[in-house]
């Protein structure tokens, strides 16, 4: 069974770093002393064991499933139940099923936090999980374009609808700064901001475009990027300050 704070990381659209938000919150939240299990919901999208490198599947024990330790938090992902890249070829009710069996029958262990990485958008899983965890929170992730802020609100909107409380508003891919210069607003300026206000919330967190690495890649990890580093260390301690022991479910 799944205890702690649990914290839906939900989005409008798909792309605007919502699984990169989970792993870096996930990550800093248990560099702070937390017990944290993660697990990526995105069945169809699944992500998170590529953007963590994870090689090492789960094991079962009395058909249980003991789920992936990686570095200091717990992880599982669809990914690591298939072979390759295989894509999943399910229906809604399969994946309500597949949810369930993450939540009952994973041995999670006490933990204090556990951030879910959901798919974008307001599809069957975004309601399966108001059913099936009335007390989860919500942190919805949104760059500042005006598109992926106008598709974020009605996220927001379905949370409210269904008594999830939102926690507030990650705003992803806010500017970039090139080496020694000021900062640009590529996605344009406020989305973040207009999309926490219009549903009665803060914006937690304002997270830059990361420049890519000799591979191309852009490096958006923690573990990686000081400055990164900085953002969700801070994020991480004012959500630990936000959630007290009385909030830990
Ligand atoms: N701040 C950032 N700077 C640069 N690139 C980023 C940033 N955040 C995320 N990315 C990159 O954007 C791409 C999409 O990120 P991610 O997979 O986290 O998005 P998502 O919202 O979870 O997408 P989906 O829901 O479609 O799976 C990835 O390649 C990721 O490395």
């Known amino acids: 069974m799944l205890n702690g704070n649990i914290i839906a990381i939900t989005s ?17 939240l248990a560099d ?3 017990k944290v299990a993660l697990i990526d919901l995105d069945i169809y999208g699944y992500s998170i064991p590529k953007i963590l490198n994870i090689e090492s599947k789960p094991k079962t024990m009395n058909n249980k499933i003991i789920p992936v330790g990686h570095e200091n938090i717990t992880v599982m992902s669809m990914g690591f139940l298939l072979k390759g890249n295989e894509p999943v070829v399910w229906r809604g009710p399969m994946i309500g099923k597949m949810v369930g069996h993450f939540f009952d029958e994973v041995i999670w262990g ?28 919500e942190i919805i992730v949104t760059t500042p374009h005006p598109n992926a802020v106008h598709v974020a609100e009605r996220t927001g909107i379905m949370a409210k609808q ?5 926690l507030g508003v990650i705003e992803n891919m806010s500017y970039f700064t090139p080496d020694g210069m000021e900062k ?3 996605f344009g300026q406020g989305g973040g901001k207009k999309l926490a206000t219009n549903l009665g919330t803060d914006v937690l967190a304002s997270i830059p475009l990361a420049s890519p690495q000799e591979n191309g890649e852009p490096s958006v990890l923690i573990t990686d990027e000081p400055e990164l580093k900085n953002i969700y260390q801070s994020l991480a301690k004012d959500l630990i300050n936000k959630l007290t022991p009385e909030t830990i479910q």
């Open 184 to 186: 640009y607003f590529i």
């Open 110 to 137: 006490k933990q204090d936090f556990v951030i879910l990485d959901l798919p974008p958008g307001t599809g069957d899983m975004a309601l399966d999980l108001h059913q099936k965890l009335p007390q989860c929170q």
């Open 162 to 166: 269904t008594n999830h409380t939102i």
């Open 32 to 34: 702070l002393g937390k």
């Open 12 to 28: 409008g659209k798909g792309g605007v770093g919502k699984s990169t938000v989970a792993v870096n919150l996930a990550l800093s």
